[in-house]
């Protein structure tokens, strides 16, 4: 079975361009994660989205980011204008929720590495 | 709010040394704690879980232990080998996400 796939996997852009990010989540799974990882830090949570609605968004900058999952299955992260402070590594995540069940497991994508100049 | 302290990096061990990795947390309740690991070139993965308090989580050789009376969930192996060379990242799950630190860095050296 085909893990969470991420693309592209290195994107370097001059400051002020857009950018987008495309992200797969494994078959079935309904929650879908985007986490931002600067270097040396831990990733920590943009959006959770559960089927095709944003259900926290809290820590997106929407100024400048904004995201979509149509259909509840692909999501796209985009960032317009970036700017030098952007570079980073973008995470992409999956899992299945099930009622309130706990902790779900998180399986992540590869990461598409950001480089703003 | 909920968070995650663990020991700065980088590690650095010869093969077959004994690891252990701090971490502490805070929080409120007694939420999952995870250990994640990041190898070269690879996206984050799932190494081991513990839901409640006493358990045990455990694979590949590794181990941690949820211990509520000093908040620490510290991740050890008994014998590290080169192929565990990655980056750690201990975490909990909080508001339905996960929580993650900062992330220590591992070498080992033949």
């Known amino acids: 079975e085909a893990g969470v796939v991420q693309s592209p996997r290195y994107k370097i852009i001059e400051k002020k361009q857009p950018v987008a990010f495309w992200c797969n989540p494994i078959?079935?799974?309904?929650?879908l994660y985007w986490y931002l990882q600067n270097l040396g830090q831990g990733p920590e949570l943009l959006i959770r989205?559960?089927?095709?609605?944003?259900?926290?968004d809290s820590q997106l900058p929407k100024d400048r980011f904004s995201a979509e999952r149509l259909k509840g299955v692909d999501s796209t992260l985009k960032i317009q204008p970036a700017e030098l402070g952007d570079s980073a590594v973008y995470l992409c995540?999956?899992?299945?929720?099930?009622?309130?069940?706990?902790?779900?497991?998180?399986?992540f994508g590869a990461g598409s590495r950001l480089t703003v100049l | 709010g909920n968070s995650v302290t663990q020991m700065e990096g980088p590690v650095t061990l010869s093969e077959e040394a004994f690891l252990t990795i701090n971490c502490t947390y805070t929080?409120?309740?007694?939420?999952?704690l995870f250990w994640y690991v990041q190898y070269p070139g690879e996206g984050l993965q799932l190494l081991l879980k513990?839901?409640?308090?006493?358990d045990k989580g455990s694979n590949k050789g590794f181990e941690a232990t949820y211990r509520k009376e000093t908040t620490s969930f510290h991740l050890e192996k008994g014998s590290v080998q080169v192929s565990d060379s990655a980056v750690y990242f201990c975490?909990?799950?909080?508001?339905?996400?996960?929580?993650f630190g900062s992330g220590t860095r591992l070498s080992i050296r033949p």
């Open positions: 989205y559960e089927n095709e609605e944003a259900v926290d």
């Open positions: 995540a999956s899992s299945l929720t099930q009622g309130s069940s706990g902790a779900n497991v998180l399986t």
């Open positions: 975490a909990l799950w909080s508001a339905s996400k996960i929580i």
């Open positions: 513990a839901t409640k308090a006493d």
């Open positions: 929080a409120t309740g007694y939420p999952s």
């Open positions: 078959s079935g799974h309904n929650t």
